[in-house]
């Protein structure tokens, strides 16, 4: 059984290329060229310069002893959080742009819901001197007005999107039409391991570097490269992917993906994609996805704003249906509850995504000798207003 992608781009039955024609040449030029790119030496040595001068990597893997006390076990927090921009995003956007001037492209959009993507985005745009355009729903705008600011400053220009919902899914649908109508130099940095083969497999291949340095601050640390479990949130599944990737032909290792249950799996207020999707395409890719009978996409709901997808990637897909990995799930107010804990107990204040993973440590029942490594995969300080409206008393 193999987890990885295979040569026409599929996870066993999930992944594809599902795009309209007018993309065959953006999305072939990519596939033919994106491996021999990466796997160059200037290429790797840029990218690997810039990961430590720029972002501060390797993210340090911090022994949470009072969490750990608190749940008998050993817990390890891998601080993405830590990151130059705040999570894990930075590891793909700076890959992918790294990418785009290898392909001669001068001009990038991106989509973005929350703002976390395009905030990574246009960082690493203004790094590389490039042109940056960020699609987003008008109504996200309208709620994420710190990060419109952060990508303006960071010379990046902001389109509305205007139809549909007015969120993501309608941001990507213009970022999609922008690219088809500028084939020769414009780039499409997408930011999850969703959307048309290569994207999965090259977005996971940046966020790797997480599970690449796991192994060795573990050897480092208890003396042996592999934890019992690895935990992490999945909204489009990156960061995830990122922890599991040099984990998931050892089976000894147990991985647990969590997704946002919101109000409550049954309650109609859910993104937990895997439990209640059904196969289906979205954004250029065949996977799991939250659908109405008849194939229309259902809204999903999340206290977190980087949580709310309607569906995975195809990998998580694919290591759910396989059982490879473990999908669970935990609500907003468990969610709040674990941010809450780990500020008491740890001094940091985790990403709202970032603490439904932790929330999994109240269902784990690890044992006392086991090794568990959560993947924090960002900070809190964009949360600091839904964590203040949350707090009693
Ligand atoms: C965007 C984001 C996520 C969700 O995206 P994935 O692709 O599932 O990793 C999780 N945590 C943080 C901090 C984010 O910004």
Redesign the pocket.
Known sequence: MSYQVNEKGYYGNFGGAFIPEMLFPNVDELRENYLSIIQEENFQNELNDLLRDYVGRPSPLYYAKRLSAHYKTNIYLKREDLNHTG???INNTLGQILLAKRLGKTRIIAETG?G??GVATATVCALMGLKCIVFMGEVDIKRQAPNVARMKLLGAEVIPATSGSKTLKDATNEAIRDWINNPLDTYYII???VGPHPYPDMVARFQSVISEEMKKQLLEKIGNENPNVVIA????????AGAFYHYLDNLNVRLIAVEAAGKGIDSGHSAATSVLGKPGIIHGSKTLLMQTEDGQITEPYSISA??DYPGVGPIHAHLFETGRAEFASATDDEALKAAFLLCELEGIIP?L??AHALAHLEKLNAKEQEVVVINL??RGDKDLETYIKSQKG
Do not use: T
Not at 233 to 240: E, K, L
């Open positions: 999570a894990h995003k929350a976390q993507h930011g999850s391991v949130c999945v909204g489009g599944g990156s960061n995830a980087g949580l990403a995504e970032s995969s960002g």
